[in-house]
């Protein structure tokens, strides 16, 4: 049986849209979440390439809209990880997971790298801060087994052209896992959204294949 794990990053507005969704068809997923930067009220930015305003969701909001789902670190304020001292980058790190640790009351394992950017220090940070894997912007398939998780490269991107060609290689394979990843705010047209959809119900209905939880596959 293939599982399939997800995963979404930035906190923002659309992740309600998309956690519909995913709760329509019972579909697990992790988000990556900067506790820094969900503030008291909704802020974002214009999205030059999708030609739309990407909105962080309010704290306020947080702990309803990912009610019943993991959380993981995606540092405290996402700044990019080679291009600050190291010492400054595992502050990032830990206070990341402690603060989203109290607020969501949930063990936070996962981590992804704010623009995918590690070196073999920053991820050898994570593993000191106790996450159990970090996932990077790269692609690999079969992502299981691997080398080293604080470098964990998930099969694909959600919009990658090749998605289904991994998903069927990932059955393939003897760890039998395939993971994607995104942004909700990257459903920026409602073609995106049906076809997004129809991924997920694909998914869901596929007998092969069952949702399972990211941190799962590397603690049990
Ligand atoms: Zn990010």
Not at 89 to 109: A, S
Request: hydrophobic share 35%; with cysteine; proline share 6%.
């Amino acid at each position: 049986m293939l599982k399939v794990v997800q995963c979404w990053d930035d906190g923002v507005h659309d992740d309600i849209p998309l956690i519909e969704i995913l709760r329509k068809y019972g579909a697990r997923a992790s988000f990556n979440l900067n506790p820094g930067l969900n503030k008291d009220k909704r802020e974002g930015w214009y999205n030059q390439n999708l030609q739309k305003e990407v909105l962080r969701l309010a704290s306020s909001e947080l702990r309803e809209v990912y009610e019943g789902f993991t959380i993981a670190n995606h540092t405290v304020s996402h700044p990019k990880p080679l291009e600050i001292p190291l010492e400054q980058w595992r502050q990032e790190v830990v206070d990341g997971r402690k603060r989203l640790q109290d607020f969501f009351q949930q063990p936070v394992l996962g981590f992804a790298y704010p623009f995918g950017d590690f070196n073999d220090a920053t991820a050898e940070v994570l593993r000191e801060a106790g996450h159990v894997y970090g996932r990077t912007t790269k692609n690999a398939t079969p992502c299981l087994p691997v080398e080293n998780a604080m470098t964990f490269h998930a099969d694909c991107h959600f919009l990658n052209e090749h998605f289904w060609e991994r998903y069927e290689q990932a059955k393939q394979s003897p760890a039998q896992v395939f993971y994607f990843w995104g942004h909700s705010y990257e459903l920026h047209t409602p073609q995106r959204w049906a076809d997004f959809e129809a991924c997920i119900q694909k998914i869901a209905t596929d007998p092969e294949s069952e949702w399972a939880e990211l941190p799962a596959l590397f603690t049990e």
